[in-house]
């Protein structure tokens, strides 16, 4: 049982990363830096209730804030270049963040042993659920109260004028400016928010992983944060959703039995998927099917 | 406002492509609620006219006045606020949103208390947006496909449907750039009377145009424009008999 909870708690996590990027592809950015927000909301939230005794709840908003203000801070610089210098601009930022985590100590010493970051080593013993008696099932059906808070909010959003002013921006940019919309303004409202849900995503993984180190944060993450949204559609949240749980649940977990094969078979079924559903896995015309099913029901 | 009444002043503008100089030192005065029209053959510098007046690129040299506010540095979203709203020569709809969505996203009126419209103006667009939006349906002939993919529509209504956008937000000034590119005579012909109905509220509209029938029939007042500069302006009547200008278009005898 407990190896299908982790699976769930994974799937989870993984949704708030790739929900993370679809608010920012949404405006048609881009984006590698999302591991990066991730991995700051892991450290920030970790440390909170390691070093600092925070409970977690506060702690993961905390990080989730601390993912959105570097999001912001980096939105701006970012932002002002596009396409494939994107890429590279957050993929720097990225290996930034991972490289800095490289080399950050910060230990102190809570009863017998030293508890806190430590380079290379990476941060051991962040054991806020044991501690507080939690089991692996309090855990998922915490992570995905997260989940389900943030992908109703993002749904909500999606609904109001926000959705359309993202996806105006990301698909037309002149037309965009010429009906008033300030572009640097809503790329960085979206990268912000992105970076908010990384934070969050980031937070709740380090406390259920009770281990993290910088090679968690790498372009590995970053790739599969971009993925996810890709991969499920842009027509709305659950795109995402579904491609996490194709990916996490049906390819990496599902295949497990074909050993090396597995690896090969991922990347022609990603390959496939994209052929057969160029617009993602929950695309315009399948939102209208299933629509027209239920109304009809 | 100029003395002279008019909104909008070019002074001397001025655009250079790399050696090319496809806007030459252009003067221009287009006067408040006329239907002012733009001409010229292919590559005079129309479209480059309305790109500097609109701020999509930086010009070169020279001035834009709106409303007696020089306004040649303003960034390019700002442009709408202050009241100067454009169409496109190729259809720039955001076609994967819905023609509802499409004038949603152009509401920015000013019209909501200050302070209490930052958020709301975000998630619903100010307090009148939606009524705003319905009048702009209606004005198009859209009512009955508001819920349609904007990219699905019917070239004509994609038409409309863009000069609906550049109305959402009650601009004072519209740049219609070759909006009768593409139509039939009958389109033709309800544009025109599209663009009577708007100079009867008070409208200024620069029309960029290819369309004789469309320029001779609705403007106030003609410039032409050959080489990036100008080489005639006049009533319709008088631009019609310019040798000048019917050299540039024909060519010397």
């Known amino acids: 049982m407990d190896f299908y909870f982790g699976l769930i708690q994974l799937i989870g996590v993984h949704t708030l990363l790739g929900l993370s990027a679809y608010v920012v592809l949404l405006t048609n950015q881009v984006t590698m830096a999302q591991a990066g927000f991730f991995g700051i909301g892991a450290y920030v939230a970790a440390m909170l209730t390691v070093l600092a005794d925070f409970s977690i709840v506060p702690a993961i908003l905390i990080a989730g804030f601390a993912g959105a203000l570097i999001a912001c801070l980096v939105g701006f610089p970012a932002l002002r270049v596009k396409g494939l210098m994107l890429v590279v601009a957050t993929l720097a930022f990225g290996e930034f963040v991972r490289l800095f985590f490289f080399n950050f100590d910060y230990q102190i010493a809570k009863g017998e042993i030293q508890v806190g970051p430590l380079g290379g080593e990476g941060f051991r013993q962040i054991r806020y659920f044991p501690e507080n008696g939690w089991t692996t099932g309090d855990v998922a059906l915490f992570v995905w109260v997260f989940v389900i808070l943030i992908m109703a909010g993002l749904w909500w959003m999606d609904r109001s004028r926000i959705g359309a002013v993202l996806r105006a921006v990301g698909e037309d940019e002149l037309a965009a400016q010429s009906v008033g919309l300030n572009l640097t303004a809503v790329k960085v409202s979206a990268m912000t928010i992105g970076g908010f849900i990384a934070g969050i995503g980031g937070g709740i993984y380090a406390h259920y992983t009770t281990h993290i180190e910088q090679s968690n944060f790498n372009v590995l993450l970053a790739t599969f944060a971009i993925a996810y949204p890709i991969l499920g559609g842009l027509s709305n949240v659950f795109g995402t959703l579904l491609a996490v749980v194709f990916i996490q649940g049906i390819l990496v977990e599902g295949l497990r039995f074909m050993g090396d094969w597995r690896n090969l078979l991922f990347g022609a079924l990603i390959v496939l998927a994209m052929n057969v559903r160029p617009r993602g896995l929950l695309d315009e015309r399948a939102m209208m099917t299933l629509k027209r099913l239920f109304s009809r029901g | ?253």
């Open chain 2, 1 to 253: 406002m100029a003395e002279n009444g008019a909104i909008l002043q070019l002074k001397g503008l001025s655009k250079n492509f790399g050696g090319v100089q496809a806007v030459d030192m252009l003067d221009l005065d287009v006067p408040q609620g006329r239907i002012f029209g733009l001409i010229g053959p292919n590559g005079s510098g129309k479209s480059t006219t309305v790109n500097l007046i609109c701020g999509v690129f930086p010009v070169s040299a020279g001035n834009v006045v709106f409303g007696g506010r020089d306004i040649t540095g303003l960034a390019p979203h700002s442009r709408l606020t202050i009241g100067v709203a454009r169409t496109f020569q190729n259809i720039r709809l955001f076609n994967h949103l819905t023609v509802w969505q499409n004038l949603w996203v152009a509401q920015n009126g000013e019209d909501d208390k200050a302070g209490q419209n930052f958020i709301r103006r975000w998630v619903s667009g100010p307090g009148s947006a939606r009524q705003q939006v319905e009048e702009m349906l209606d004005f198009s002939g859209l009512a009955h496909r508001r819920d349609d993919l904007a990219g699905n529509l019917a070239f004509g209504e994609q038409r409309r449907l863009e000069l609906a956008r550049a109305l959402a937000a009650r601009p004072q000034m519209l740049l219609l750039d070759e909006p009768a590119a593409g139509m039939n005579m009958e389109e033709v012909g309800q544009l025109r009377d599209r663009l009577m109905k708007l100079r009867e509220t008070g409208m200024t509209i620069l029309l960029v145009e290819h369309v004789m029938e469309l320029v001779m029939g609705v403007t106030d007042h003609i410039a032409v424009l050959n080489f990036g500069k100008k080489i005639a302006e006049g009533t319709p009547t008088e631009i019609q008999n310019d040798p000048l200008v019917r050299e540039a278009y024909l060519g010397t005898a």
